[in-house]
T-cell receptor
Framework: SQQGEEDPQALSIQEGENATMNCSYK?????LQWYRQNSGRGLVHLIL?????REKHSGRLRVTLDTSKKSSSLLITASRAADTASYFC????????????FGAGTRLAVHP | AAGVIQSPRHLIKEKRETATLKCYPI?????VYWYQQGPGQDPQFLIS???????DKGSIPDRFSAQQFSDYHSELNMSSLELGDSALYFC???????????FGQGTRLTVV
């Protein structure tokens, strides 16, 4: 990966359970974003958290950011089978860069 | 709502041939990105444009080039294709630098 690691690489849960995915990155950032990808399809933006924010919510999603540890977590509450997908974090490096650097992704399987 | 359009969706080329991938960003988006995603891999940043000017470059082989035209569409040109170039190629656009990116459905390139 150009960025760092995501943890876990794969996660299998039952509907209704919560899913937590973690992401680590290497450089100082402007912001961090989470994306979802269904198999072989385009990536869909879920949420953006800026470097001066610590937590953000959007519907069933909760994202935290710890810039001192260079890490972020994505929590999906009350998961549904339709949440089955790969989830990637992506960072925008600070310093005027115009790019998103993706982590390795977590494959989430939610079983009915 | 208009999305990012990529063409073609699928492309089969032989080794040493040339391929041209096209991307039509969302209207009034000023930033375009190109990514390469191998099977089971995270998206790798290739190149970005801001207002039709190249703004950032990633791990893009010298055999690849890209440009953005006056009508804002972008093309990724790939020459002397190798088997290892087989991948999904995504284009994305953003309404502003360092904000959320909207991805197209990708072009699946197979080099045989």
């Amino acid at each position: 990966s150009q960025q760092g690691e995501e943890d876990p690489q794969a996660l299998s849960i039952q509907e209704g359970e919560n899913a937590t995915m973690n992401c680590s990155y290497k450089t100082s950032i402007n912001n961090l974003q989470w994306y979802r990808q269904n198999s072989g399809r385009g990536l869909v933006h879920l949420i953006l958290i800026r470097s001066n924010e610590r937590e953000k919510h959007s519907g069933r999603l909760r994202v935290t950011l710890d810039t001192s540890k260079k890490s972020s977590s994505l929590l999906i509450t009350a998961s549904r089978a339709a949440d089955t997908a790969s989830y990637f974090c992506a960072t925008v490096p600070s310093g005027g860069y115009n790019k998103l650097i993706f982590g390795a992704g977590t494959r989430l399987a939610v079983h009915p | 709502a208009a999305g990012v359009i990529q063409s073609p969706r699928h492309l089969i080329k032989e080794k040493r041939e040339t391929a041209t991938l096209k991307c039509y960003p969302i209207p009034r988006h000023d930033t375009v990105y190109w990514y390469q995603q191998g099977p089971g891999q995270d998206p790798q940043f290739l190149i970005s444009f801001y207002e039709k000017m190249q703004s950032d470059k990633g791990s893009i082989p010298d055999r690849f080039s890209a440009q953005q035209f006056s009508d804002y569409h972008s093309e990724l040109n790939m020459s002397s294709l190798e088997l290892g170039d087989s991948a999904l190629y995504f284009c994305a656009s953003s309404p502003q630098v360092n904000t959320e990116a909207f991805f197209g459905q990708g072009t699946r390139l197979t080099v045989v």
